[in-house]
Every structure is written in structure tokens, then in C-alpha cells.
């Protein structure tokens, strides 16, 4: 129903971007004094006019509409007035349920009446819908025709209207990463109330495993959120270590020392290495590099675990090196050829020249470049999960098994889980701690970038 | 006969001046951009501690022979050159010269003041940093100071040597870079076009500067502006087409010179 309404709407913002061409070069062909837009741009004008009041309407009532009827159905329902939150909810699904189909027991006279009364509520607001958006589309087509005229500024309208557009594109990513922030916060909030902040931040044991049901047993439960951080440190420690030389050197072989022939091939091999799902570096890093880590581990006398940071880092190291080499690179090709050749008249070597000015004009682009990988290294789940270990120990031993927060938030949701047990919700405050890394490194990288920087 | 010996007098001859005042002498030079040929055998000599204008319209190979007195042509792909060029009597292009050293010995301002991002006390210590002519941060300081004195910029940044140089004006950044090839200590210094992007304030600064570098360098510059050409040096070369036309006194270039084509060209015929 509203698919059809949609593509009504669109067709007659269509229509209308003719009809109003149309109708402009009609006005034009007669006229004595200069017209100030072309006719598409009032064409243009009157598919706006015509299009966007209905379609801002239509939206506002699906975002609206849903939360409305449940308002004034459970308002109409016997007796609401003194059930909680819970209880409202609970009888609102079901007579959802009810409504579309679902029925599992014969229900009550009154949640069959409520049913009546949902299902006439929703032909109403569907109706009502209609009406609103045709009225809207009819106006906006009226006033949008009426206003064509030789002297009418319909390009100025136009360039406004799409201002307007751009401002709202970029806002929705911003309004997205609120909504984000707000769903991680209230759910940590949750957590907080049942294990206290300190205890979660400062506790240097990590045991999630407490008991969800009375007649389980279980651990007592320590949520301490240092061990498992420290994890992610050693392990995308590890990852950067692997891939920052790696990466810079080979940016650095590609600009400024390569043939384009090798660069030509080498180049798009790198970015594939980018393409490679996380879940194909984890095979990789369990069948292949784990064991291979073990031996050497003990072959060097260490006691090695079949699961080791060593492993998971060295194969996240490859796995972000892309980023690392690829940004570098375009970094280092920005750099105008004229510092290039200022230094080489000077004498300098293509060591030095590399050295000494290349490498720190082209410092902003790499640091991003080394910021990406590292917030990637951080997140990064698949690898991790596959080939780290879920025991949270605080070890800087790289064969030894160390677990990461990616790791706990994905052990903690599978399975059987409430969202009412701080085992769950520990999830949703590990999530927000890892935002708040990223977010601290990210700002910490901007502003050294920002001190160092070479601007040329 | 008679005509032959006259010949190889006049080569014995040019040989000895070449031993007395010729700082760099270019036999034969051919320059090729891959296919293209952008120089056809230029013979031009620069004589010590004179100023040599290169001038000529656009296109005319006039950066392209500057670029192969000291190799910059060598960073540029494809390029290959013919012919011989010599720094005081040893070729610069032979196997055996380290390029770094040439380099550090033909010193090279270009066209766009192109100050490295960094403080204009580190832009003129990069030169002796990297050459090893400095040691203890006293004779930094010295050669800082030396060239920033030498290159007449010293005063208008003397309490500022430690911010970017990219900061500074255009002009001064333009000294700046002169004053960073001094401090390598070269012999001699090549300019590409180094007013063009000057207001004539700045302009003329430079050109007093270049002035007065004369007594201690070889200095090649090529110019647009006549005027400046005639201002600044001493010899001039006009190259047209890729070919040398004619080099003369300066003097004697402006007001009376042996080609008509430099006269149509000093005239504003063409160009």
C-alpha cells in the first residue's frame, strides 16, 4: 500500500517537472522581457513542490503511526490505567499478534476487542494517510504551476532545495552514530547498576561465568575489564609491529623506487589483500600460523598454547598492512615533485630525500593510514574469535592464549541469554569501552598529527 | 690548407680559454625526452664568476640544457643526453662521477620558491647536514647565519629561524632557497626563471642578489624578461627551436647582435 503510494509520488513529481517545463517555455516563447530561469529549472521547481511536502508527511506518519495506535489502544483497553510498562507491552503484542494471524490460545473478549479496535484504527490511518499526502501532492503541484512566471527565480529555488538535500545527507551519518552511542550507553547504564563502575573498570579479573539460572552452578562472576583490554593491546600491538614497517616500507619501494611495470602489478595485489574475508584469515591463522607458532614456541623452550596472540596478531599484522601501504602511498605521491627535486639539487641521496623531507611532509597521510589499521586491529573480531583464546590473562608471553573485548562480546551473546543479566549486558559496556579507545587513540593521533605535521 | 691550420689555431685557442675562464663547457649537447629531441648539439661555455642569461621563447630547451649542467635531467624518466659537459675539465657525465657529489658542487634554485616544510634554520642546515660540512650546533649556527647573510635574508629573519619557511613571502622565500644552495658551499649555481612567480619589489631584491653572488659563484640563470637578462648578466645565450643561436657579450647582445633572429626576438617579433 505504501509502496504504491510512493511511486504515485514519484510519478507526479515526474509529470509535473514536464508539465512545468513545459508550461515555462509556453510563457517564454511570448514574452518581451528576459526570463531569468530555464525551463527545467522550473520544471524542476514544481517536481520539488510537488514531491517533497507529501513524501516529509508520509514519513513522519511511519515513524509516527505505530507508536500513536499503541497509545490510543491500549488506552481504550480495560483496566490499563493501572498496569505497568511491562504489562502494557506484553498486551500489546499480543493483540499485534492476534491481528496478523498468529493466534496460539483463544483470546480474551477483551483483547478480541482490542483487536477490532487496532484493526480500525489502522484502516483509518491508512486512509487518512492517502488523503494527506494527495492533498499535499495536489497543493504543492498547484502552487508549484501557478508560480512559473518569466520573472520567478525558479534556479535560486532549486539550488536552495538542493542545499537542503546535502545538509540532510550529511547529517545522517552523524544522526547515526548518535543513535549508535545512545543504544550502547543505555544498555552499559543497565549493566552499571548491577556491577558497579570502579569494580569494571579496575577489576583485574574477568569471569563471566555466573549463574543465569538459581539451580545452576557456577562461578561467583568478576567483571573486570583489564585483562580483556590488555588482550586487545598485546594482540593489535602484534598486528602494528607486523604491519607498520611492512606497510610503510612497501609504500615507500612502490613511490619512489619501484618500475611502474612491478608497481603496476604489485599494487592491486596489495589492495586484494584488503578484499580477503576476516573469516578466511581466521582459518588461516588457526590451521596454519597457530601451530606453526606452537612449534617454534617450543622449540625455543616456551611453553606455547595451541592458541596464541602471537598467531592472531601476526595474521591481523597482514590483514591490515593494505591500509597501512595503500594510504602511505598515496601520501607519499602527493608530495609536489618540486620538494623531490629541491632536495636532489641540494646533493641529497634518494635515502635522504626520502628521510628527511618526503617522509615528513607525507606524516599526516600516513599517521591515518597507521590510525585505520589500528582502529581496524582493535575491532577486529573474526581473527580473533577463530585464533586468540577466550581466557582473559594478563600476559605479555606472545604464546600464550590471551582473549580480546571483540572476543568477550561475541562469547557473551551466543547462546541461550536474558537481557536483564549483567553477563548479557556486559556485553553492551565492553562495546562501549571499545568506542571509547578508539575514539581516545583517534584523538590522541589527530593531535600529534597536528604538531608534527610538515605542511608544504 | 691554409684555411684548416686557421681552424685547429682558433680550436687550440678555445681550448686554452677553456683552461683559463670556463667554469663549464658543453660540447655537442643533445638532449631527448624519449623520441623527442629537445636539444640539437648546443656547444655553450659559462665562464667563472660571470653571470650567463639563457634566454629564449617557450619550448626553446633553454631549462633543458640548465637541467643537464648538474643532472637534474636524470630524475626525469626517459630522458637521455648526448654530447659532453665538463666542470672544470672533467665530464659530469662519466661513470665516475657520483652525482651527489656534482650536485653539491652545481648547486640549483628553480623556477617556484619550493622552501621544504620545515624551519627555515633546518631548510639551510639540510645542505651541510647531509654533506656532513657541519658538526657542533656553533657551526650550524654559523653556516646558518652565513648563508642567510650571504643570500641578504638574515636581518628580515633573524628572530624568526625556527618557524616554517613555507610562512615566509614569496620573495624571501625564493632568497631562502638561494641562501639554502649556498650552503652547500657550490661553485656554481643554476637558477630556472627564478622571478617569475615575484612581484618586482622582490624581483629586484633577488636580482641585487644575484649581483652580488657573482664574485664568489658561477651563476647560470634562465629569464623570460629581457630586461632582467640585461640587468643581471654578463654573457647571454638566446636558444630558439632547441638550438643555441648565438652567445655574446650581454652588452653587445641587446644592442647589436649578430643573429636576426635574437634581434626579431629582442625586438618582441616573436616569443
Known amino acids: 500500500m505504501s509502496g504504491y503510494l510512493l511511486i504515485t509520488l514519484a510519478l507526479a513529481a515526474l509529470v509535473m517537472t514536464f508539465v512545468g517545463s513545459a508550461r515555462a517555455r509556453a510563457t517564454q516563447n511570448g514574452a518581451s522581457e528576459k526570463t531569468h530561469s530555464r525551463p527545467i529549472y522550473h520544471g524542476l521547481n514544481a517536481a520539488i513542490w510537488t514531491g517533497v511536502p507529501a513524501f516529509i508527511f508520509f514519513l513522519l506518519w511511519l515513524v509516527g503511526q505505530s507508536s500513536v495506535i499503541n497509545q490510543l489502544v491500549i488506552a481504550s483497553f480495560p483496566g490499563s490505567e493501572s498496569l505497568d510498562a511491562t504489562a502494557k507491552s506484553l498486551i500489546l503484542s499480543e493483540v499485534r499478534q492476534v491481528a496478523a494471524g498468529n493466534i496460539f490460545k483463544e483470546p480474551t473478549p477483551e483483547i478480541q476487542a482490542a483487536v477490532a479496535h487496532l484493526k480500525s484504527l489502522q484502516q483509518l490511518s491508512s486512509v487518512a494517510i492517502i488523503a494527506v499526502v494527495a492533498a499535499a501532492m495536489a497543493i504543492g503541484a498547484f502552487l508549484g504551476y501557478r508560480v512559473i512566471g518569466n520573472r520567478f527565480r525558479a534556479r535560486h529555488s532549486v539550488e536552495r532545495s538542493v542545499t537542503y538535500f546535502m545538509m540532510f545527507s550529511s547529517l545522517v551519518a552523524i544522526v547515526t552514530t548518535l543513535g549508535i552511542i545512545s543504544s550502547l550507553v543505555f544498555e552499559a547504564i543497565q549493566f552499571f547498576s548491577k556491577v558497579p563502575v570502579t569494580e569494571f573498570l579496575f577489576g583485574l579479573r574477568w569471569e563471566p561465568q555466573i549463574a543465569i539460572r538459581a539451580d545452576q552452578v557456577a562461578g561467583q562472576g568478576a567483571f573486570g575489564v583489564i585483562p580483556v583490554l590488555f588482550g586487545t593491546f598485546v594482540i593489535s600491538g602484534i598486528a602494528m609491529i607486523v604491519a607498520v614497517p611492512t606497510g610503510i616500507l612497501s609504500a615507500i619501494y612502490l613511490t619512489e623506487y619501484s618500475d611502474k611495470r612491478f608497481r603496476a602489478v604489485v599494487k592491486p595485489l596489495l589492495e586484494i589483500l584488503a578484499g580477503v574475508p576476516t573469516v578466511v584469515y581466521g582459518f588461516f591463522a588457526v590451521l596454519t600460523v597457530a601451530p606453526a607458532v606452537r612449534s617454534l614456541g617450543l622449540s625455543l623452550g616456551i611453553d606455547a598454547s595451541p592458541n596464541s596472540a602471537l598467531a592472531a596478531g601476526a595474521v591481523m599484522g597482514v590483514m591490515i598492512i593494505p591500509f597501512i601501504s595503500s594510504l602511505s602511498d598515496d601520501a607519499l605521491a602527493s608530495v609536489p615533485r618540486a620538494m623531490r627535486e629541491g632536495s636532489y639539487a641540494l646533493g641529497a641521496t634518494k635515502g635522504e630525500t626520502i628521510r628527511k623531507v618526503l617522509l615528513p611532509a607525507a606524516l599526516p597521510g600516513i599517521v591515518g593510514g597507521v590510525l585505520l589499521a589500528l582502529s581496524r586491529a582493535v575491532g577486529e573480531t573474526m581473527i580473533v574469535v577463530m585464533a586468540a583464546g577466550l581466557i582473559a590473562k594478563m600476559t605479555v608471553n606472545p604464546f600464550d592464549a590471551v582473549t580480546t573485548v571483540t572476543v568477550q562480546i561475541v562469547t557473551l551473546l551466543i547462546g541461550d541469554s536474558e537481557f536483564d543479566n549483567p553477563k548479557t549486558l556486559a556485553a553492551f559496556a565492553l562495546g562501549l569501552i571499545l568506542f571509547i579507545v578508539t575514539l581516545i587513540l583517534n584523538l590522541i593521533a589527530l593531535r600529534t598529527v597536528r604538531k608534527y605535521r610538515e605542511k608544504y | ?271
Open chain 2, 1 to 271: 690548407m691554409n684555411i684548416m691550420s686557421e681552424a685547429a689555431v682558433e680550436k687550440a685557442l678555445e681550448q686554452k680559454m677553456s683552461d683559463a675562464h670556463f667554469k663549464m663547457v658543453g660540447k655537442d649537447v643533445s638532449v631527448y625526452y624519449g623520441e623527442k629531441r629537445a636539444l640539437f648539439d648546443v656547444n655553450l661555455n659559462v665562464r667563472k664568476n660571470t653571470v650567463t642569461a639563457l634566454i629564449g621563447p617557450s619550448g626553446c630547451g633553454k631549462s633543458t640544457f640548465l637541467r643537464t649542467l648538474n643532472r637534474m635531467n636524470d630524475t626525469i624518466e626517459g630522458c637521455r643526453v648526448t654530447g659532453s659537459i665538463t666542470l672544470d675539465n672533467a665530464d659530469v657525465y662519466d661513470q665516475s662521477v657520483d652525482v651527489v657529489e656534482l650536485r653539491a658542487r652545481v648547486g640549483m634554485v628553480f623556477q617556484k620558491p619550493n622552501p621544504f616544510p620545515k624551519s627555515i634554520y633546518e631548510n639551510i642546515a639540510y645542505g651541510p647536514r647531509i654533506h656532513g660540512l657541519a658538526r657542533s650546533k656553533a657551526d650550524f649556527d654559523e653556516v646558518v647565519e652565513n648563508s642567510l647573510q650571504k643570500a641578504g635574508l638574515f636581518n628580515e629573519v633573524k628572530d624568526r629561524l625556527h618557524e616554517p619557511g613555507t610562512g615566509l613571502s614569496g620573495g624571501q622565500q625564493q632568497r631562502l632557497c638561494i641562501a639554502r644552495a649556498i650552503a652547500v658551499g657550490p661553485e656554481v649555481i643554476l637558477m630556472d626563471e627564478p622571478c617569475s612567480a615575484l612581484d618586482p619589489i622582490a624581483t629586484a631584491k633577488v636580482e641585487e642578489l644575484i649581483h652580488e653572488l657573482r664574485t664568489n659563484f658561477t651563476i647560470v640563470i634562465v629569464t623570460h624578461s629581457m630586461q632582467q637578462a640585461a640587468r643581471v648578466s654578463q654573457r647571454t645565450a638566446m636558444f630558439h627551436l632547441g638550438n643555441l643561436v648565438e652567445e655574446n657579450d650581454t652588452d653587445k647582445m641587446f644592442t647589436n647582435p649578430d643573429d636576426q633572429r635574437t634581434q626579431d626576438y629582442i625586438m618582441g617579433r616573436f616569443g
